[in-house]
């Protein structure tokens, strides 16, 4: 019947409007999926941001490095070259800093797969092997000096500690990192914790390539 019809369709109307329909439901999740979505929106350009700013602070430190190879190896050609024995531990050290690498890593799988405690339990072995090898280092200008070998003793030494020293001095930022990323509450910040744990990585791995590199060329420098 006519009648019937058109308050059939009267009911439809209602309803849409109301939401029934599905037109104005929040999606599944509740608040918390449309949070999550803003904010996957919002981290994006921090990100980004991030990954620009390791980018350019892995590449500004690497051209510091290679101009310091390069008067290195001007230098070596030239009279005065005293070679500096590379005291033992610095092996210890590597090894230490290598396997630090593989923590971190290994830290990084737990969390990709939601295991948090994993996560941080790996994260702290790798910040303590980190802090290790600084001590490391320590101990081996602590053995060159007891050998009375210092800075100005002669070019070769210099760079020995110039090459060191600087590698020390920037993986101590690494350090602070991953302290940072240790203790820092991710729930209210713009980028994520994986994405924070990705940076740090690339900086970190980074400085172990870069100590390999600077050990080879020392050890040449003998």
């Not at 009267?10 to 109301?18: A, M, R, T, V």
């Not at 060159?144 to 590698?167: D, E, K, R, V």
């Not at 990585?201 to 980074?206: L, N």
């Amino acid at each position: 019947m006519p009648g019937t019809t058109t308050g059939q369709d009267i009911k439809l109307i209602i309803e849409k409007g109301n939401g029934g329909g599905g037109g104005n439901t929040p999606p599944a999740g509740g608040d918390g999926g449309g949070d999550d979505g803003k904010r996957g929106r919002e981290g994006q350009p921090s990100a980004l941001k991030y990954y620009t700013g390791i980018a350019i602070a892995i590449v500004s430190i690497l051209m510091f490095f290679m101009a310091l190879a390069s008067a290195f190896l001007i230098r070596k050609g030239t009279g005065g070259w005293v070679p500096v024995r590379i005291p033992g531990l610095l092996w210890v050290n590597t090894a230490i800093l290598l396997t630090s690498s593989a923590t971190l890593e290994m830290a990084r799988k737990h969390l990709a797969n939601s295991d948090l405690s994993g996560f941080r339990r790996l994260w702290r072995v790798t910040t303590i092997l980190g802090v290790l090898f600084l001590v490391g280092q320590l101990v081996a200008w602590r053995i060159l000096a007891g050998q009375g070998i210092y800075l100005a003793t002669n070019p070769a030494s210099s760079f020995f500690y110039i090459f060191t020293g600087a590698h020390a001095l920037h993986l101590l930022g690494g350090v602070c990192a991953l302290l940072y990323v240790a203790r820092r509450n991710f729930d209210q910040a713009k980028v994520s914790l994986g994405v924070a744990a990705e940076v740090v990585s690339y900086y970190w791995h980074f400085m172990d390539a870069l100590w390999l590199f600077l050990l080879a060329l020392l050890y040449l420098g003998k």
